[in-house]
């Protein structure tokens, strides 16, 4: 029986993506955003699990938020949210030199960030799930481009079910520009990220969760978290630039907050470690408390065991 509710689910997921592919990127945008917009706010009054979730995140961010601020905070982040997920099924049919245009006065810190890429330096950015990633990302590729860089970006992500939904999604996502390996896969993530960052070029990496197990235990947000200790450690052993970034929205635009680069210090210990990561997280938390909307964190941000 499990398996056939398995079954059913991947279903259900591959017929609803399907559909969000079909449809986002014919309607205008105006139709399109009042639908999103529309489910979101339906997500939000049934108040399901990851709305929950999302409120208590967004509490650690404004804890003197009296309730009713706090609903209309959860409220903006759901509709952010819907937004992403709306740009994301359009972004295939989007001209990316248009999206570099439209962000491009909104992308604060990126070029300071790219300066170590003249020198045969890598650069690392350690993102928090916020505003349009994917946009983000095209951008960052026109952006290499038109700076004489390999216009290409080493990225990793969640294997999603069903598998074809996956294939579907990495094809799209390569066809941007984007090198993509699977977190399912750690050792060939680990020499993908290695061999772009010791070759001088640019990867990115979702940092506010700790999927692994494996992380360090900080403060976020003014609470006991678990953050992963990847980027600090890829950072050590390529040599790479490692910096805080994080997508928000802008209006009918995008934007990028990146912040200055994380000092990793060069002998590894569990010291080290933990004194880069909570130089991220606060980085992070600097970030987030500037749009806290953008902030698409439904899940646990993963406490200390």
């Known amino acids: 029986m499990s398996e056939v509710r398995g079954r059913l689910r991947e279903a259900v997921a591959r017929a609803g993506y399907a559909a969000g592919w079909a449809v986002a990127g014919r309607l205008p945008a105006c139709v399109a955003g009042r639908a999103f917009d ?8 049934r108040d399901g699990p990851g709305v929950r979730r999302l409120r208590a995140n967004l ?3 404004r804890p003197d938020a009296d309730p009713a601020e706090l609903d209309r905070l959860v409220r903006r982040a759901m509709r952010s949210y819907a937004r992403y997920w709306r740009e994301a099924f359009a972004l295939p049919s989007l ?35 916020g505003g349009n990633w994917d946009v983000a990302g095209v951008y960052l590729v026109r952006e290499l481009a038109r700076r004489g860089h390999d216009p290409v970006i080493t990225t990793v992500v969640q294997r999603l079910r069903p598998e074809s939904l996956f294939r579907r999604f990495l094809a799209y996502r390569r066809a941007l520009g984007f090198e993509v390996v699977a977190a399912d896969d750690p050792r060939g993530a680990h020499r993908a990220l290695t061999a772009r960052l010791r070759a001088g070029g640019v990867a990115c990496l979702i940092a506010d969760r700790d999927l692994s197990g494996r992380g360090v235990d900080v403060s976020f947000l003014g609470a006991p978290a678990r953050l992963p200790a990847g980027p600090a450690r890829l950072a050590r052993s390529t040599g790479a630039a490692l910096h805080p970034a994080y997508p928000v929205f802008a209006g009918d635009a995008w934007g990028v907050r990146v912040g200055a680069e994380i000092a990793v210090p060069a002998q590894r210990s569990r010291w080290s470690d933990a004194k880069a990561v909570q130089a991220l997280a606060d980085a992070f938390g600097e970030l987030i408390a500037e749009r806290p909307e953008d902030w698409h964190m439904l899940q646990p941000i993963g406490a200390p065991a």
């Open 95 to 129: 001209d990316p030199d248009a999206l570099h245009a439209a962000m491009h006065p909104h992308a604060h810190g990126v070029a300071a960030s790219l300066e170590p890429l003249t020198r045969g330096r890598g650069v690392l950015y350690a993102l928090p799930h």
């Open 38 to 45: 529309a489910g979101a706010d339906l997500a939000t009054r």
């Open 59 to 61: 509490a650690r961010v």
